[in-house]
T-cell receptor
Framework: NAGVTQTPKFQVLKTGQSMTLQCAQD?????MSWYRQDPGMGLRLIHY???????DQGEVPNGYNVSRSTTEDFPLRLLSAAPSQTSVYFC??????????FGEGSRLTVL | AQKVTQAQTEISVVEKEDVTLDCVYE???????LFWYKQPPSGELVFLIRRNSFDEQNEISGRYSWNFQKSTSSFNFTITASQVVDSAVYFC???????????????FGKGTKLTVNP
């Protein structure tokens, strides 16, 4: 049972570089979302999706893009990385009325 | 706007003590969901409980119990006879009720770091 799979687990970028954090789930969940976790801040919602082709912004969307072309995948794109985007990123998925299943996290450092 | 406050940043107890983690929330919605998640030192997020706003019954699961009080907008979490393995960061979270009733948008508190010493 893979659940929610995030790649890469670790990444170091230079300011201005772009990259994509991959997220895939094999539970046929409709809902997927991306959170970032910063020390002392808890988790904050970046973007979410309620189904293929439907995405919306969360609390901290600036600097990030998402798309949802399939039910399984929900990639998060950093367009031009900034040091403020240094964080741990969690992808999550859920069914309606269900718990949120999280991936193991991706630790991103922007120099 | 929705908000979750976990006033206790860090708590340290000795094994076998009972400990209560506080959670106070703010929302204008009449229908909402409350959650607790555990994040052990390994970093993953583990679901503990989900409660909807219409169900104020307290819940007990083994050594864990939850006290939901709408009158004080609180959803407190108690660990009875704590163990070293309970050491983790615990997050309380709030979700508005979407038309599909999902938990796709959570607002998290900043977390309480619990250390249980042997």
């Amino acid at each position: 049972n893979a659940g929610v799979t995030q790649t890469p687990k670790f990444q170091v970028l230079k300011t201005g570089q772009s990259m994509t954090l991959q997220c895939a789930q094999d539970m046929n969940h409709e809902y997927m979302s991306w959170y970032r976790q910063d020390p002392g801040m808890g988790l904050r919602l970046i973007h979410y999706s309620v189904g293929a082709g439907i995405t919306d912004q969360g609390e901290v969307p600036n600097g990030y893009n998402v798309s949802r072309s399939t039910t399984e995948d929900f990639p998060l794109r950093l367009l031009s990385a900034a040091p403020s985007q240094t964080s741990v990123y969690f992808c999550a998925s859920s069914r309606d009325l269900g718990e949120l299943f999280f991936g193991e996290g991706s630790r991103l450092t922007v120099l | 706007a929705q908000k979750v406050t976990q006033a206790q940043t860090e708590i340290s107890v000795v094994e076998k003590e009972d400990v209560t983690l506080d959670c106070v929330y703010e929302t204008r919605d009449t229908t909402y969901y409350l959650f607790w998640y555990k994040q052990p030192p390994s970093g993953e997020l583990v679901f503990l409980i989900r409660r909807n706003s219409f169900d104020e019954q307290n819940e007990i699961s083994g050594r864990y119990s939850w006290n939901f009080q709408k009158s004080t907008s609180s959803f407190n979490f108690t660990i009875t006879a704590s163990q070293v393995v309970d050491s983790a960061v615990y997050f309380c979270a709030l979700s508005e009720a979407s038309y599909q009733g999902g938990s796709e948008k959570l607002v998290f508190g900043k977390g309480t770091k619990l250390t249980v010493n042997p």
